[in-house]
């Protein structure tokens, strides 16, 4: 239907940026987005939030940040952008704001805890905020992924694994997968984590769209396993160093 109306009217921004999103998200026509992204903006089509998850898919987490910025300043109420914002902000290792962020969150919703708060807490050298988040996840028997992340990275080993117990017995997805790793990272080691995402991508080819938002797992690339895998599931360059 979209390429109809665009086939009607190709001056038609709005349609444009709905393609982008259908071709990244269904199609996982990473390129073709990308295309369609640029002709909405051409004409005059700022679809930030969809090219934020787009580049935060491909690992390009500076541009997922730009991106997001455009994103929460048109849509300040938006709770789901706000949160999302403060996950891309942590994935792209500005830890202090990434916190900042979080705690706006959280008074939006009231005072809710997250482990991506926490995370970042700990991140940015603050143990005991980070403590205290991890006590009311904890609490709350939420997030057993990224509770084990949380924990493991507060060197509570037996907490940490009872969380990634509870974390493996579920289906992967992209929202879990790269906690997961970066548990078995810290708690087993490298080799743990890279076994354990190349089984998971195997299965679950889309589960590793944020693989390496953990900063523990970005030594993995330029690993010649890492990067084969990568562009098996579709993610070409997605291994090089220093992106």
């Not at 990224?146 to 929202?175: I, K, M, N, Q």
Request: include cysteine; hydrophobic fraction near 45%; aromatic fraction near 10%.
């Amino acid at each position: 239907l979209l390429e109809s109306a665009i086939a009607i009217d190709s001056l038609y921004g709005p349609a444009w940026g709905s393609l982008g999103f259908v071709l990244f998200r269904w199609d996982r026509d990473f390129a073709g987005s990308l295309e369609a992204y640029d002709r909405a903006m051409a004409l005059g089509v700022d679809s930030g939030w969809g090219r934020g998850l787009l580049y935060a898919t491909l690992g390009r987490w500076d541009d997922a940040v730009r991106s997001y910025r455009g994103a929460v300043d048109e849509n300040p109420l938006s709770r789901t952008i706000q949160d999302q914002f403060g996950f891309i902000l942590f994935c792209s290792g500005r830890y202090e704001e990434a916190a900042e962020q979080m705690e706006m969150v959280g008074e939006m919703l009231g005072g809710a805890t997250s482990a991506t708060l926490a995370m970042s807490y700990i991140k940015a050298g603050r143990t005991e905020d980070a403590l205290a988040q991890a006590v009311r996840l904890a609490e709350r028997g939420e997030g057993s992924a990224w509770g084990a992340y949380v924990f493991a990275a507060l060197d509570s080993t037996a907490t940490a694994r009872r969380y990634l117990r509870e974390a493996l017995e579920l289906e992967p997805d992209r929202g879990v997968v790269h906690a997961i790793a970066a548990t078995l990272a810290v708690l087993d080691g490298r080799e743990a984590a890279l076994a354990y995402i190349e089984e998971t991508g195997a299965a679950f080819p889309e589960s590793l769209d944020y693989v390496d938002c953990a900063e523990e797992l970005r030594e993995l690339r330029g690993d010649r396993r890492y990067i084969a895998l990568m562009e098996q599931v579709g993610f070409p360059g997605r291994g090089a160093v220093g992106r």
